[in-house]
């Protein structure tokens, strides 16, 4: 039954990480202050679409209350190149459909995984299971920790074709595939914007696990010297 025990702890550590993942990445979309305009000013984004960067901001925000569900369509005006048009064509619209899938697909993930953690967790401790519930929860750190390591280390070593993988694997069709001398979709958020997205989820995906980590670790020893 130990085994049993820990094994649960280990599923609670899983689901926690992908809770932290799934979060991280809303934050970085959704709440990082300045971000995207740091990020288009840094790679020329306002020169590439010819537009200004007030605009360009304006239809980044209502792009991302899209993809939260705050927004019905993307039927967005704007001005490029001095001239009033939409900014979005069919294809980019057909794409962020599904991405906007996706991203309340997370959402949802995120909410069953943290319900069935805390239920594994009410279960353990109701069982007087504590210590092996931190220990597995640790060792499901350890073990989200070896995956997404040797997945952001193949990506280091060709980020383009695991960046094309990741859209192969969640995306049905061929929308996403983009052409920058048509779709402004693809311009505004070049291969580098997606690197340093990646970083930033990383740090903060690192920084919500190493304080779990912590916390089962400093739990773990009240328990063991009985305070």
Do not use: C
């Not at 049993?4 to 990445?25: E, F, Q």
């Not at 993307?74 to 057909?94: M, P, S, Y």
């Not at 997945?151 to 960046?163: H, T």
């Amino acid at each position: 039954m130990k085994f049993i025990y820990k094994g649960l702890g280990v599923i609670t550590g899983l689901l926690l990480m992908l809770a932290v993942l799934i979060t991280s990445v809303e934050f970085v979309a959704y709440h990082m202050e300045g971000y995207y305009e740091t990020e288009y000013r840094k790679y020329g984004v306002t020169e590439a679409v010819q537009m200004e960067m007030e605009d360009l901001l304006f239809v980044t925000e209502e792009m991302m209350a899209y993809l939260r569900g705050d927004r019905e369509d993307l039927v967005i005006h704007t001005t490029i190149a001095n001239t009033q048009r939409e900014f979005f064509n069919d294809k980019e619209k057909k794409h962020m459909v599904d991405v906007q899938e996706l991203f309340m697909g997370g959402q949802h993930l995120r909410l069953g995984a943290v319900i069935i953690a805390l239920v594994l967790s009410a279960l353990l401790l109701f069982l007087k299971k504590g210590p092996l519930l931190l220990q597995g929860i640790q060792r499901g750190i350890y073990a989200f920790f070896a995956f997404m390591g040797s997945l952001a280390g193949l990506m280091a070593l060709n980020f383009n074709r695991y960046f094309v993988l990741f859209h192969q694997i969640f995306f049905d069709n061929d929308d996403w595939i983009l052409n920058p001398k048509t779709d402004l979709l693809i311009n505004i958020v070049p291969e580098g914007f997606f690197r340093d997205t990646a970083f930033w989820i990383a740090g903060l995906f690192f920084a919500g696990a190493l304080g779990i980590w912590l916390l089962s670790q400093f739990l773990a020893k009240r328990i063991k010297t009985g305070e």
